[in-house]
């Protein structure tokens, strides 16, 4: 049973940076790719950003492109975001996803294990 913890959210003022850290336990964290999702208030819980097993491979949201960075330490087990450039409709609860798969999906049904989310507020 792999387990997911979020850290690293907060409150910060637009154009402000923040880095998320999600450290993985309880399973073969460098066999599985790993996802960044979010649900924002009122919204449906979307896709920000997801890396492949070795890291070498990465995907983004077009509403994040540019402006976050997804990477990975598996000799940490841990995965991060690094979210500049902030806007207030990047308010949401950060998710994040391990994969039974080494190749990082779009969809959240393309992950099995979740964290229990970390609060991330932008204000204008």
């Known amino acids: 049973q792999v387990q997911l913890e979020e850290s690293g959210g907060g409150l910060v003022q637009a154009g402000g940076s923040l880095r998320l850290s999600c450290e993985a336990s309880g399973g073969t964290f460098r066999s599985s790719a790993m996802g960044w999702f979010r649900q924002g208030p009122g919204k449906e819980r979307e896709f920000g950003a997801g890396?492949?097993?070795?890291?070498?491979?990465?995907r983004y949201a077009d509403s994040v492109k540019g402006r976050f960075t997804i990477s990975r330490d598996n000799a940490k087990n841990t995965m991060y975001l690094q979210m500049n450039n902030l806007r207030p409709e990047d308010t949401a609860i950060y998710y994040c996803a391990a994969a039974n798969d080494v190749i990082p999906g779009p969809a959240a049904n393309d992950y099995v294990y979740w964290g229990q989310g970390t609060q991330v507020t932008v204000s204008s």
């Open positions: 890396i492949g097993a070795n890291g070498f491979i990465s």
